[in-house]
């Protein structure tokens, strides 16, 4: 009983400082579910049962973005019918992909994420006015990819459509992080349903950390709103530096 309260508060603890950080770096999965997995939860069920809470998580993180209004509901409503077709399919497939292949492709993914982020300085915080045909159906497919991999996982696929909307989409890093967050809950939102379905999601354990996480996302979401576009930027790339050296270390 000591051990499940000290497991509880741990778990609890991490939720919610990575939380916080990942309004705006994404990644939470990649340093929280690993956390459940050192305390004997059963890998589908800490895949699903995080799933469960991200749901609390992105509406926390959302709110503070929609009383700003930065929220772009025309740009985005195609993203987020595609990302739902996506993460449905990647919830309903979750187990079939080892955990080694999801490590390298999450490694090469935050690379590639961090070197377009250093090679393009001005990307991201200059708002860009016309989006190429080209560049939005580009988008759209990367969409639809990262919803099957969020749907199957999530660690680091907010991080790199965060990316994908300021390469591609014409976003500054500030709206990027604002709309991930909605098209996130999204996502989230029906790969938990697929996971209910299957009878994964422990209930208790996702209620506790869900409302961690919202917490924790709330408050993060709040400051952010207050950074100027440089700052984020800096935020956003010294993460996903440190989680891309540390899930090629895991890999290695």
Do not use: C
């Amino acid at each position: 009983m000591a051990m499940s309260a000290y497991a509880l508060a741990v778990l609890i603890i991490v939720f919610f400082l990575t939380s916080v950080v990942g309004v705006v770096t994404g990644s939470n999965s990649l340093i929280a579910v690993p956390v459940m997995f050192q305390f004997g939860i059963d890998p589908r069920v800490a895949v699903a049962t995080n799933m469960f809470a991200l749901v609390f998580m992105s509406v926390g993180g959302t709110i503070p973005f929609l009383r700003q209004g930065k929220i772009e509901f025309r740009k985005i409503s195609p993203l987020v019918i595609i990302t739902i077709i996506g993460s449905a399919l990647g919830a309903a497939i979750v187990g079939l992909i080892t955990g080694e292949a999801i490590k390298l492709i999450v490694s090469v993914a935050m690379i590639s994420v961090v070197i377009f982020t250093l090679v393009k300085r001005r990307s991201g915080v200059e708002k860009t006015q016309t989006v190429s045909f080209n560049s939005k159906i580009l988008t759209f497919v990367l969409t639809f990819l990262l919803g099957i991999y969020g749907g199957l996982y999530s660690g680091g696929y907010v991080t790199i459509l965060t990316a994908t909307l300021v390469a591609f989409f014409g976003m500054t890093y500030s709206e990027a992080v604002a709309n991930t967050k909605l098209i996130n809950v999204f996502s989230s939102l029906i790969a938990t349903i697929v996971f209910m379905w299957q009878g994964l999601v422990d209930y208790k354990l996702g209620l506790i950390l869900g409302v961690t996480m919202f917490l924790g996302a709330y408050a993060g979401a709040h400051f952010v709103t207050k950074l100027n576009e440089i700052w984020i930027r800096r935020i956003f790339v010294s993460a996903v530096l440190l989680l891309a050296v540390k899930t090629l270390w895991d890999f290695v």
